[in-house]
T-cell receptor
Framework: DQQVKQNSPSLSVQEGRISILNCDYT??????FLWYKKYPAEGPTFLIS?????DKNEDGRFTVFLNKSAKHLSLHIVPSQPGDSAVYFC????????????FGTGTRLKVLA | DAGVIQSPRHEVTEMGQEVTLRCKPI?????LFWYRQTMMRGLELLIY????????DSGMPEDRFSAKMPNASFSTLKIQPSEPRDSAVYFC????????????FGPGTRLTVL
């Protein structure tokens, strides 16, 4: 049973436009959320996080939005660049095992030049 | 800073053989994680060590899987005997402490069991 779901396996966006990656979760105990980016043949690298006390966190071109009532978060990349082409994993943590990240299956983003 | 180091990067073996994956965490990090990545299930936590002690091994799929951390700078994940369904990418990650410290991942080991 997937507690963290990324329902879009892939997404293509034109360079300069906005990329929106979505993530849904089912466990209301989750209170910390992260996005990791993964290039081929490399390990995932941390991108941005958000605590449940916030509904938005911004870092340069990357913004994560959290809608607790809908159990939904999204990652916005503006403007998208070809170097952003990668697999993006959403992860959630919280409750009794705060060290434990529950990852989604990932969304492959392709930014077209 | 060398980051998390994993070896080998690729492993191809035959069903029934023993496989050992190795990890060197970032120096000074007290927590170590082993993950498995598959298309169907994404990244799954297999086992978590803190200060070299296994804290949570609930993600280890079967008795065929075992992990050790004999010291702060080395960990192994062993599969014996290996099966084709074990084919996946295995990642090691480390973090500075417990809780929500950022986890830093190694490059992974791609395992293929024929």
């Amino acid at each position: 049973d997937q507690q963290v779901k990324q329902n879009s396996p892939s997404l293509s966006v034109q360079e300069g436009r906005i990329s929106i990656l979505n993530c849904d979760y089912t466990n209301s105990m989750f209170d910390y959320f992260l996005w990791y980016k993964k290039y081929p043949a490399e390990g995932p690298t941390f991108l941005i996080s958000i605590s449940s006390i916030k509904d938005k966190n911004e870092d340069g071109r990357f913004t994560v939005f959290l809608n607790k009532s809908a159990k939904h978060l999204s990652l916005h990349i503006v403007p998208s660049q070809p170097g952003d082409s990668a697999v993006y994993f959403c992860a959630a943590s919280g409750g009794s095992g705060t060290y434990k990240y529950i990852f989604g299956t990932g969304t492959r983003l392709k930014v077209l030049a | 800073d060398a980051g998390v180091i994993q070896s080998p990067r690729h492993e191809v073996t035959e069903m029934g053989q023993e496989v050992t994956l190795r990890c060197k965490p970032i120096s000074g990090h007290n927590s170590l994680f082993w993950y498995r990545q598959t298309m169907m299930r994404g990244l799954e936590l297999l086992i978590y060590f803190n200060n070299n002690v296994p804290i949570d091994d609930s993600g280890m799929p079967e008795d065929r899987f075992s992990a050790k951390m004999p010291n702060a700078s080395f960990s192994t994940l062993k599969i014996q005997p290996s099966e084709p369904r074990d084919s996946a990418v295995y990642f090691c990650a480390s973090s500075l402490g417990q809780g929500l410290d950022t986890q830093y991942f190694g490059p992974g080991t791609r395992l293929t069991v024929l």
